[in-house]
């Protein structure tokens, strides 16, 4: 998966890499150390000291910083596995644990190593911070975060331009109009469509997803209205090349020796050549169709994961029909919305349909008499395959899958809501291949109640091995652009500000370590380890604003290290941003212990 930090949203955002002033916090020892200089090893002149803190002069052997870009060690390369558990009349059951689950990867049992509960209240964002005393850099008084009011759901509707068709279109862009007045103040979403020509990021204003809907029209890679000849569909060229379907082959002999042979039968080899030549060019021209709908919706995906809330993910398509080396290709897609905690449900765009034996009335086809059969058992069974993807998107994520229906409007508003409950499961293939092999999944439960489950039925094996540094470059930013708290450290987070005129303000973030809670290595009389700290500053539309990482490298003689466990230490970053509403996101990773903490706060800047 690409950097989360490249796409797009830190590329208009331009990341600033920021210097803090580290500063260590020793109320405790504060008039210890001013008598006793000369036995105190962190000591710096009253008269430039910040009260409560210390940044010592002589300390710099013991403490340092540097910026530096993203290193953590990778964690353990897990499958994820989310499951929706229904009873018989359709409600979702709450009340599982992790012993209540079994999982089999091609049939052999594994450990389930991860699991997590998953409810919409589960991602919401903490809306308020504790006051901290006034700035002691400023000659302005701080004032007191406000109780700031942000969202708390983002839902990304994406449109596939470039499959549906006009009939579809219209419809359905009614329908996503009648979404838009059910939504709550904390709601944001954005539109996109697969062919990249709709673009309405996240946002509140109904004016602005109007305006964007009108924009949903049909756009196909391919040209439409143009017959090869033979005239060969996506779905039969798939036949051919990858199923070597004697069938689909002899259908295809068939119609290249009526329209390019006159009917010749002493020419059936060449028409088989010219068929066989057609199919490869439909089924590569199809699957890059495909791939070009699939890097969208990753690129769609990796906006959406950088949002600091619940993530809903609405597909409207009509399907398309998936050849066999595209499967990974889904597969990637469905692992990538898991592990950023995205829920992907899909709505077919045909509504309630019945299968067309004919096709299209305004491209009609040109079969022969004694092909048209066959071929017509082609187009029923690709008009159904259309929807396998948007099933195993639905399934995998523990989305839903809205089909066979015409009340679209009613479908979106379900869709937009993430499940009351699923339960996500990780685990951690044993021995596994770098093959690129399908591993088939099964979740049941120990019970043996007769609950439906829904999940993912596979994933498949990586053809390749990620290259560490890169791994760990992506870990410490999708930890960034997560809503996620994690625990791993004893970090608290607080927040200060002061306002140097009316369009501008100086926003500290201060980060409070406990070190008794650090992993130190011991090596030449020293207590080493460094820490990661890495801040974003996110608007009240999840958009990126600023932020920055660093490095504070700790070699920390004994007497240093007795003091900082009773009291901690504070780093304090500043940024200047403008008075609103913003989410601070805040990442520490010790290396250490390969221990982390993840923290999110809110702060409301006055006008």
């Given amino acids: ?117 998953e409810t919409p209240e589960s991602h919401k964002v903490a809306s308020t911070m504790k ?47 009648r979404l838009f007045t059910s939504l709550a103040p904390t709601d944001r979403v954005g539109i996109y469509s697969t062919s990249g020509q709709v673009t309405q990021e996240f946002t509140q204003e109904h004016g602005l997803l109007q305006k964007s809907l009108l924009g949903v029209v049909p756009r196909p890679v391919a040209g439409n209205g143009f017959h090869d000849c033979p005239d060969i569909s996506y779905y039969q060229a798939d036949r051919i090349q990858n199923f070597q ?35 490869q060019r439909v089924v590569s021209s199809g699957d890059a169709q ?34 066999t080396a595209l499967n990974l290709e889904s597969s990637s897609l469905v692992d990538q919305a898991n592990r950023s905690n995205i829920v992907i449900n899909t709505i077919d765009a045909r509504g309630l349909y019945t299968p067309d034996l004919f096709g299209d009335i305004s491209d009609p086809s040109h079969d022969s008499t004694r092909t048209v059969g066959i071929k017509s058992s082609y187009r029923v069974q690709a008009q159904s395959a259309q929807s396998d993807i948007l099933a195993q998107l639905a399934d995998g994520t523990g989305g839903t899958f809205f089909h066979n229906r015409n009340d679209i409007d009613e479908g979106l508003r379900e869709a937009t809501a993430a499940p009351a409950m699923s339960y996500l499961l990780g685990f951690s293939p044993q021995n596994m291949k770098i093959n690129g092999a399908y591993h088939t999944l099964k979740v049941s439960l120990t019970n043996k109640q007769k ?67 650090i992993r130190f290595r011991k090596a030449e009389g020293r207590n080493r380890d460094d820490l990661t700290v890495a801040t974003a500053i996110f608007d009240e539309n999840g958009n990126f604003v600023t932020g920055g990482e660093k490095i504070v490298e700790m070699k920390l003689l004994d007497k240093t290290f007795d003091r900082l466990s009773r009291s901690g230490f504070t780093l304090k970053s500043s940024f200047d941003i403008k008075p609103g509403t913003y989410l601070v996101r805040l990442v520490v990773r010790d290396a250490e212990g390969s221990q982390m903490a993840a923290r999110n706060g809110a702060v409301n800047i006055p006008f």
Wanted: glycine share 4%; aromatic share 6%; with cysteine.
């Fill in 1 to 117: 998966m690409e950097n989360p930090l490249r796409f797009p949203l830190p590329r208009r955002a331009s990341f600033r890499i920021f210097k803090a002033l580290l500063a260590v916090a020793v109320a405790a020892c504060q008039s210890r150390a001013q008598e006793a200089p000369a036995k105190t090893e962190t000591q710096t002149p009253p008269t430039t000291q910040a009260p409560g803190t210390q940044s010592p002069a002589n300390e710099s052997s013991e403490v340092s910083t540097r910026d530096t870009p993203p290193t953590f060690r990778v964690r353990v390369n897990l499958v994820l596995v989310r499951a929706v558990v229904r009873d018989s009349t359709g409600k979702v059951v709450t009340n599982l644990k992790k012993e209540d689950f079994q999982l089999s990867d091609n049939r052999k049992p594994q450990v389930i190593s991860t699991f997590s509960i």
């Fill in 131 to 177: 006051p901290v005393e006034p700035s002691a850099d400023s000659n302005a008084p701080a004032d007191s975060p406000a109780i700031a009011a942000l969202p708390q759901r983002f839902v990304a509707v994406v449109f596939d331009d470039t499959d549906m068709l006009n009939e579809d279109v219209v419809w359905v862009r009614s329908a996503a109009t």
């Fill in 245 to 279: 379907d004697t069938q689909a082959l002899a259908a295809a002999t068939e119609d290249a020796l009526q329209c390019a042979f006159g009917g010749d039968p002493r020419l059936t080899a060449q028409a088989q050549a010219m068929a066989s030549t057609t199919s």
């Fill in 290 to 323: 495909t791939e070009y709908v699939y890097r969208h919706l990753e690129q769609i995906m990796r906006r959406l994961a950088g949002m600091p809330g619940q993530r809903v993910m609405v597909f409207v398509s009509p399907g398309f029909v998936i050849t």
């Fill in 451 to 517: 609950f439906s489950i829904q999940a993912r039925h596979g994933y498949y094996a990586p053809r390749t091995i990620a290259d560490p540094a890169e791994a760990a470059k992506e870990e410490i930013q999708e930890a960034l652009f997560s809503q996620d708290e994690i625990n791993d450290l004893p970090v608290e987070l607080q927040t200060q500000f002061f306002k140097k005129d009316p369009s501008q303000a100086r926003l500290a973030v201060l980060t409070h370590v406990d070190v008794k809670g």
